[in-house]
């Protein structure tokens, strides 16, 4: 007869699930990212965590297309104007305020832009996403320093 299963030993398969789960909590907390999700095969394993959020203002980094330190934090950034379009992120990822290193800003507060105008990139797994500007209007705001890491759904800038 085959003895039952103790409680108190993982079987291989759960110890190596639980190794995974290590692994991506390691790589949650090292990349700032609050969720990640995993699948293979059957198995499926989804790693997430809460964080307060807030809106700061970040130093920009030395060269923004590459990794840097985490920069200090400024004071927290006031809500969006209520008379504005937020124009929110579409994806994780980080924030690029300008085309390349050294070039200037694609816009700043106060320019003029047209719809579909970009207006910044979102670089999400080393691709950059153009965000355009949901209708024609002034940037009223810049909610975001060159180089940030965003979540989806994150305000970045508002169009009056």
Same mark, same amino acid.
């Given at each position: ?55 700061? /203002?970040? *130093? ?7 990794? #840097?330190? @985490? ?5 927290? +950034?006031?809500? &969006? ?40 990139? /979102?670089? *999400? ?7 355009? #500007?949901? @209708? ?5 705001? +810049?909610?975001? &320093? ?15």
């Amino acid at each position: 007869m085959r003895q039952p299963k103790s409680a108190s030993r993982p079987t291989p398969d759960e110890s190596l699930d639980a190794r995974l789960v290590r692994e991506l909590a390691t790589v949650l907390n090292e990349t700032g990212l609050t969720e990640i999700e995993v699948e293979r095969g059957d198995l499926k394993i989804r790693v997430a965590r809460t964080q307060a959020v807030s809106h700061t /203002v970040m *130093a920009p980094a030395p060269s923004p297309h590459a990794p #840097a330190a @985490a920069p200090e934090a400024a004071p927290d +950034i006031a809500p &969006a104007k209520a008379a504005g379009n937020a124009v929110k992120s579409p994806m994780v990822g980080t924030v690029y305020l300008q085309p390349q290193p050294g070039a200037p800003p694609f816009v700043k507060v106060g320019d003029r832009v047209n719809q579909g105008q970009t207006l910044l990139l /979102v670089e *999400a797994m080393k691709t950059m996403n153009p965000i355009g #500007a949901p @209708a024609n209007g002034v940037v009223l705001e +810049i909610l975001v &320093a060159d180089g940030q890491p965003v979540e989806y759904g994150e305000p970045l800038a508002v169009i009056g």
